[in-house]
């Protein structure tokens, strides 16, 4: 099994952006079954006093498919959601995911953020590149690096976004999300730099499969969003 995971809070429900990663489900379902895998989808969502009321949208999606979903709270005394304090929150939610798939003894996650976009045939593809976390292409990040010979296709060796990664069983039991404050590493960028430490390598990133972040990139204090913590 494969667990396609995302992590949500509240604050980013538009009905819009929290259902981008499941868009093309079904046909990920089918390439996955292809090559041999069951996929689960799995959200964890950070609640609030609205309890799940904002992800009305998103569960209605869910139950469509093969999924299941966890909720998790952070009460750090925050007053609003803010650039300083929101990673906190993501790697939480996806430390929750690595929780979920190893209950389920899944081979791999794949991580997508809720608001990017993926192809249906992600997973056989960059199931291809058969190494621990492998990453598909984000444009609207611009990451580059080496070049990895030995592919009939464009595969490059950088660290990548989160939102749209494939990891490993045996790295996932291993490591966790994090951000690494002493290094200025936050959480993309620190899950490289501790999977090379511990072995795996770097993350190798297949360019021609490529996701759409469907909103812009920007400082969450810019985005036109409700960040008010709601207790």
């Not at 976004?161 to 290094?183: E, K, P, S, Y």
Request: proline content about 4%; charged content about 25%.
């Amino acid at each position: 099994m494969i667990i396609v995971g995302s992590t949500c809070a509240s604050w980013k429900c538009n009905g819009i952006g929290e259902l981008a990663w499941l868009r093309h489900a079904e046909e990920m379902i089918e390439d996955a079954a292809s090559v041999g895998h069951e996929l689960l989808f799995f959200a964890t969502l950070e609640t609030d006093a609205r309890r799940q009321t904002p992800f009305i949208g998103l569960l209605d999606r869910l139950e469509d498919l093969p999924s299941s979903f966890w909720t998790f709270s952070l009460d750090d005394g925050a007053k609003e959601i803010t650039t300083m304090n929101r990673l906190v929150r993501i790697c939480t939610g996806r430390n929750l995911i690595h929780e979920k798939a190893l209950r389920e003894f899944a081979s791999h996650i794949l991580f997508l953020d809720t608001d990017t976009e993926v192809p249906g045939d992600s997973i056989s593809k960059l199931l291809e590149l058969n190494h621990p976390v492998v990453g598909g292409e984000v444009p609207n990040y611009r990451l580059r690096g080496p070049e990895v010979t030995g592919f009939p296709f464009p595969v490059q060796e950088h660290w990548n976004t989160a939102g749209f990664l494939l990891v490993q069983r045996d790295v996932f039991t291993r490591i966790r999300w994090r951000t690494d404050h002493q290094l200025g590493l936050s959480d993309d960028p620190c899950f490289d730099h501790d999977a090379h430490a511990a072995g795996f390598g770097h993350t190798w990133v297949r360019k021609d499969v490529v996701g759409a972040h469907i909103e812009a990139l920007c400082p969450v204090e810019e985005r036109e969003a409700d960040r008010k913590v709601h207790w």
